[in-house]
């Protein structure tokens, strides 16, 4: 059994995303040089190292890092919490963000880049989201360039130590329990983006009250 899900069976609402996959892929190439994108190089090598988790962003770690535009590491980009979005980002992404606000179950979503010679080791996370056991994490290729045996990987570990392993590609959907064991590798030249999201999973969405639906408000 592969340790990556499918999304159509945790929430096949994201297939919207994928329907507006050019725009949002437009959109994304138009404005990123606009974007608000933090360095958490430092933070996730640390605390990975000391805890074997991926480093908790949460709203005063978002602030206190670096925001740059260097290409070098793991850096990543505030879009929502809890159906509230970030206006710094917003404001150049109305199409992707118009799409994850009819999703009701994203509780959080950001804009992930890896540039190229960069990792993350072996590792699980907590959810940003605070959903708990009814939500999973998924990452959407949204700028994944197509280089000549060149890629950028996602592999997981299950507890008896076999390793699944899975390219990044563009308008793809990597869906999974963050608890499991993972890390990411870009051996490509060129940086690798995804949108990483924690959501709900269908089933859980009779639990889901009364979420805002707000547009260019500050979740800072």
């Known amino acids: 059994m592969s340790l990556f899900l499918d999304y159509k069976e945790i929430l096949p609402e994201l297939q919207i995303l994928s329907d507006n996959f050019d725009s949002i892929h437009d959109e994304f190439v138009t ?3 606009s974007l608000e994108i933090r360095d958490f190089t430092d933070q996730q090598k640390e ?5 074997k988790r991926g480093f908790p962003i949460q709203f005063n770690s978002y602030l206190d890092a670096k925001q740059t535009n260097s290409d070098i590491g793991w850096h990543m980009g505030a879009l929502s919490y809890h159906g509230v979005f970030h206006p710094c980002n917003a404001m150049y992404l ?7 606000s009819s999703i009701k179950a994203v509780l ?31 990452l ?11 890629y950028s990987i996602f592999q997981m570990k299950d507890e008896s130590g076999n390793v699944e392993t899975q390219l990044f590609e563009n308008n ?17 030249s060129q940086p690798r983006t995804v949108i990483a999201m924690d959501v709900f999973a269908s089933k859980s969405l009779a639990h889901i009250n009364n979420k805002p639906n707000v547009f ?5």
């Not at 950001?110 to 939500?135: E, Q």
């Not at 260019?216 to 800072?220: I, N, Q």
């Open 94 to 100: 109305p199409i992707l963000c118009q799409t994850l």
């Open 108 to 138: 959080v979503a950001g804009i992930n880049v890896l540039h190229p010679g960069a990792s993350l080791d072996w590792h699980c996370d907590k959810d940003y989201g605070g959903g708990g056991l009814n939500t999973y994490r998924v």
């Open 140 to 150: 959407w290729g949204i700028d994944v360039p197509v280089e000549e045996d060149k």
């Open 216 to 220: 260019f408000r500050s979740m800072l």
């Open 172 to 188: 793809k959907f990597y869906t999974f329990d963050s608890n499991t064991t993972h890390r990411v590798e870009n051996m490509m």
């Open 47 to 51: 605390y990975i190292t000391q805890n």
């Open 31 to 33: 404005n990123r040089e």
